[in-house]
């Protein structure tokens, strides 16, 4: 793709431009045949694959959850070209996971696995389930079980009120333990390691980039590389791959090791990294603004 002249190289992964369309925001920053506002929408349904290409065998670079807003740049054969609201990750999804406009959620899901139920009966099949994190608007909270404004039922304790963050994103990835290793997965059906991290963060109300090369250049405040230093809560970056220390001498990771989320001594891992060729890079302490901490 040609870029304007003397401007710095942007990142693809969260910047929409390609030769022909990009967004209108980087004009005068790259050249393309026309540039556009874009439009709101959602995801409907289930989880979606966000992909590289508009091909289902398209590599998966991420994965937006039930209810989360992305600005619509393109559509046409079936396939949208999407910039994800709550990362800045551009990329494509199938046109049918879309209904249109943003919806201001309320809560979040806060149990690993929620089941939207069609009554609040219990006895019906399932509409959908929600992972960790997916966002909800809540139209009555006022019972055992909370309405949503889409329609369904959800066990009012899977949920939480979206401005009442957790204080502890170890607690938060432990709920994952045992979920698959799923590339550019963030839970849904499975999660790779820096998906982990990002809905984990979440979780606390900490926002953060998608990859882990992001996000160790931005979380949080460095930490020294002595292992003496590290506490509760810091992220341990090696090349491609994050950790998470639970200042227990431990860590929790999703990895291709056992294609699982696991907890394991952290030595262990580490020495298994570097005996890898993979050294740590960085280690970085997320921040906690509002009330409560992790370590």
Do not use: N
Not at 18 to 30: E, N
Not at 83 to 103: E, F, K, N, P
């Amino acid at each position: 793709m040609s870029m304007a002249e003397d401007s710095p190289a942007l990142d693809w992964r969260l910047h929409a431009f390609r030769p022909d369309l990009a967004d209108v925001r980087l004009q005068g920053r790259v050249t393309a045949e026309r540039f556009a506002e874009g439009r709101p929408a959602r995801i409907a349904g289930a989880a979606e694959p966000l992909l590289r290409r508009p091909d289902p065998l398209a590599p998966m670079d991420s994965q937006l959850l039930p209810g989360e807003a992305v600005t619509v740049f393109d559509e046409g054969g079936g396939w949208a070209w999407v910039q994800c609201r709550h990362d800045g990750y551009v990329g494509y999804i199938r046109s049918g996971a879309l209904v249109g406009g943003w919806q201001q959620p309320t809560h979040t899901v806060a149990a690993r696995q929620a089941v939207v139920l069609p009554d609040a009966r219990q006895e019906c099949a399932p509409m959908a389930y929600l992972s960790l994190g997916t966002p909800v608007t809540v139209a009555d909270d006022g019972g055992r079980f909370a309405v949503l404004a889409d329609g369904g039922y959800v066990f009012a304790g899977h949920l939480r009120p979206i401005d009442e963050p957790e204080a502890d994103w170890v607690d938060a990835a432990r709920r994952l333990m045992g979920l698959p290793y799923l590339w550019g997965g963030r839970g849904a059906g499975g999660v790779d390691c820096s998906g982990l991290v990002q809905v984990a963060l979440a979780a606390c109300g900490i926002a953060c980039l998608r990859d882990s090369d992001q996000q160790a250049a931005g979380i949080g405040a460095p930490v020294p590389p002595e292992p003496s230093a590290w506490q509760r809560g810091d992220l341990i970056y090696v090349k491609g791959h994050v950790v998470i220390d639970t200042g227990e001498g431990t860590v929790v990771h999703a990895t291709g090791y056992t294609w699982s989320v696991i907890e394991e001594p952290r030595g262990q891992c580490l020495d298994r990294l570097a005996g890898l060729g993979l050294p740590v890079t960085a280690v970085r302490r997320p921040r906690l603004d509002h009330g409560g901490g992790s370590g």
